[in-house]
């Protein structure tokens, strides 16, 4: 039987005394805030935080920043993996030798570090340029993985999409897209279509 996850807020929230959630009550805790989905009523429909987003695809996300913490837990507060974006870059040069020009418009590269916990179990496995849609002030580019995006730089430098509990990676994951601006947002099934936006 699949475990249910929660995703979890830190940093700037736990400083600001506030907490952020999807639907349900967060609970807090003395290093991270969770966020528990309930099963709305039947016939009643699914309702959101005020500080709640919703992407192209109609799920829910949570805002997050530059340099701040995301993640997963479990249903028993144990926390099973970090993860964060530390950079974000438009159009930079690419260095791989058969590096190719963008297909839609312009590479959008985001470095991030990810840091499985022990009892990590692949809940990342959703982790890559192609979980990612990018919102645009007209629009929605939702297939932002390209050959061309793959080719930018060397694979060593790339995220990894296979995660060892305990080992933390820093890596790249590159977006073909027409936007130079906008938010990138990441779904996940393993938090029951809950997801993260960043802006860029």
């Known amino acids: 039987m699949r475990s249910r996850f929660a995703v979890f807020l830190a940093g700037a929230l736990l400083v ?5 959630s999807v639907t349900g ?3 807090m805790g003395a290093e991270l805030t969770e966020t528990k989905k309930e099963q709305p009523e039947p016939g009643k429909p699914k309702t959101s935080s005020s500080a709640t987003k919703i992407n192209a695809t109609g799920a829910p996300v949570l805002p997050k920043r530059v340099g701040e913490d995301a993640g997963v837990v479990a249903d028993d507060g144990s926390r099973l993996v970090t993860f964060r974006l530390d950079k974000v870059e438009v159009d930079p040069e690419c260095t791989a030798p058969e590096a190719k020009e963008p297909e839609r418009g312009h590479f959008v590269v985001f470095t991030m570090t990810v840091e499985p916990m022990e ?10 340029a192609g979980s990612f849609e990018i919102l645009g002030d007209d629009g929605v580019d939702t297939l932002v993985s390209t050959p061309a995006a793959n080719a930018c730089f060397p694979a060593a430098e790339l995220l990894t999409r296979h995660h060892k509990p305990g080992e933390k990676t820093t890596g790249k994951l590159v977006f073909d897209t027409k936007y130079t601006s906008g938010k990138a947002t990441l779904t996940s099934a393993e938090v029951d279509g809950t997801g993260w936006t960043w802006e860029f």
Do not use: I, Q, V
């Open 25 to 27: 009550r967060p609970r």
């Open 16 to 20: 600001a005394g506030c907490s952020e």
């Open 119 to 128: 009892k990590y179990s692949d809940e990342l496995r959703h982790l890559h």
